[in-house]
């Protein structure tokens, strides 16, 4: 029996006309030709994508706007959190 699923992938970073791309949960990491992708898709890009038996189907990819809006809440968060604890000044050895 085949299964479906629908996980969230994160392009990393654009080598050419390659790209690189990280499934939300487990890190997995796969190599896609940008062509492939949704138009406009860029480094920071989430794209939805439904599998079949663990294979994606990069065809019907679709943007996820909000999951990309709040990944970048999530980011600017922890900056924040980040300076709060930084006292400041030189760092000395």
Known sequence: MSRRAEHLWVVDRVEGSIAVLIRDGDERTEDVAVRALPAGSREG?????????????????????????????????????????????????
């Open 45 to 93: 890009s989430v794209l939805r994508v439904p599998e079949l038996d663990g294979r994606p189907d990069w065809t019907t990819a679709v943007p996820d706007e909000d999951a990309r809006r709040a990944r970048l809440r999530e980011a600017e968060e922890a900056l924040r959190r980040l300076r709060r604890r930084d006292p400041g000044g030189d760092v000395k050895l």
